[in-house]
């Protein structure tokens, strides 16, 4: 081994290697009112709440649908808050929509104020991951 390679190799010596670790969590989309989304990714549907402020007397339909021209899914409730409506939700591809809508049970009651959030999680072969090596001696990240 020459003199040239022995310096290149110490040159390019990282010490203390390690791996640093990434969570990828979903994505979470939030509405106030009616909620309208398309997925720009193959994925799934994780988790959909709602929370109705003011609650008509009869109580309210939620009006889930997901996919192009999916089937309607309907849910009759009085509660305010609907923690987890139903989870996971389902696979979603590219150009997927979720729709969710609250109407009152009673068509002559107006339904007030509501929101709607859901989380997503895209497919792994949609996502970029990304490993990194910190270097602990020069102090950077590459």
Known sequence: MDKDEIIQRRLTRVKDKKTIKVAFTPFPISSFGPMNYMFPAKGSVEKLVVSVFEMPRDGVDIIVQIGLGGPLT??????????????PIGEVEIGDRLAVRVESTNPE????????????????SEVSIVKFLEASDAGETT
């Open 74 to 87: 309907t849910f009759k409730t009085k509660e305010l808050f609907i923690k987890e409506l139903f989870s």
């Open 109 to 124: 009651e107006e339904v007030g104020l509501y929101w709607v959030a859901a989380l997503w999680m895209p497919d792994r």
